[in-house]
């Protein structure tokens, strides 16, 4: 059986539209990005290609209709609701999935 749990990241307001924001969650860093009328999205903020903590710097884009975060090293695209790279399937982005209550966004976690 899967354990859900809720874990608080910050209040909503706190995010800034269209930038990405970090935060660490049991030791892993994790990128946010609140890209209005679509929602909130949680990937890691390592690139598995520059090896690197940079992703929540990415900058954000769609690719045919798809939102995505292009690194700010190599410039590859990754989903950000897969995690899937746009330009080489042999690496990807872990992604959360996020709910906000109250005002506070939470980063669901299975344990």
């Not at 969650?25 to 949680?42: D, H, R, T, W």
Request: glycine share 8%; proline share 5%; with cysteine.
């Amino acid at each position: 059986m899967t354990l859900l749990t809720n874990v608080i990241i910050c209040k909503q307001e706190q995010l800034t539209p269209w930038v990405g924001a970090t935060a660490l969650v049991n030791n892993e860093q994790v990128a946010l990005f609140y890209i209005p009328n679509s929602g909130i999205y949680a990937v890691q903020d390592w690139d598995p290609i520059g090896k690197a903590y940079v992703m929540s710097r990415g900058i954000v884009g769609d690719i045919d209709g798809e939102l995505c975060i292009a690194s700010p090293l190599y410039k590859q695209h990754f989903s950000l609701k897969t995690g899937r790279c746009f330009e080489d399937d042999k690496y990807s982005l872990r992604v959360w999935p996020i709910t906000v209550k109250h005002g506070h966004v939470c980063l669901i976690l299975e344990e």
